[in-house]
């Protein structure tokens, strides 16, 4: 058996995954594939894949393509959803904002820098025509910690997954006041750039495997409440969800890279841009 170390975020996304990690669809093509969930999120993983950690992740696109733009040393290998991801702007609930324009010149949670929360803030306030250099960040980790950031009134607000922070709104514990979908796909499946050189094989294995679940993966028989238990949503939340999102089988396109890639210059989040043939395998 080969054994392959993969990591992502503990959310919907990723449970075609789990199901053929149950399932036993790796092990029949000898593949020992153990799974990690990385609920710090992208900056996390991408500090991982830098210290080899891992050998694959599920990261957002344009955590990662900051970071291989950054000498981090990744390749991409297949775009995993294409559709975009939905970020819902959360303030404590019982908070005084009401709108996003309130939210100007205030102290935003992030998980880490170079995680999403940190780029699409980013993102977030250049389309408000706010002064990017003027956010104010607070590190906390994980959403738990986001939560006690805002009831402590030590962040203001906090971007997440529009979904996954649901049940935190429906608890009453956060109120969503804005959403703010990524211009591009959302999410790739990345390895290191010597795992995938060194192991072609294996990764086309993978890639077989995982295929072949998310191309069904919609028609798998009460596939919405399996999701909905699993992830502590309401079924007609994940009902939404599932018809929001598309996953992907094929490689993310020069021009979707080209895009994203553009955006973070624009955001002077990277200086020194890359080539599109040099960072895909």
Known sequence: MKTVRIIGVPEHFNLPWHLCIENGEFDETGIDLQWTDIPEGTGKMCQMLRENETDLAIIL??????????????????????????????????SDFKTVKD???????????????????????????????????????????????????????????RFMTQPLVDDKIFRRIGECPTPWPSFLLVGTTQFIQENRVTIDNILDVINNTTTEFKYIPSIDRTLSNRYNQKLEDTQAWLSLTRWSQKQLSANSFNKIQQHLIDLDLINNPINYNDSVL
Do not use: C
């Open 103 to 161: 939210l100007q010149n205030r102290k935003v949670a992030i998980s880490r820098y170079g995680s999403g929360s940190h780029l699409m803030a980013i993102v977030h306030a250049k389309q408000n025509n706010w002064d990017i250099n003027s956010l104010q960040f607070v590190v906390v980790d994980t959403i738990d910690k986001a939560v006690l950031a805002l009831q402590n009134n030590e962040a203001d607000y906090f971007m997440w997954e």
């Open 61 to 94: 696109s344009e955590g990662v393509i900051k970071d291989i733009a950054a000498n981090n040393p990744t390749s991409i290998i297949q775009e995993y959803v294409s559709s975009p991801l939905l970020w819902g702007i959360h303030v404590a609930h019982n």
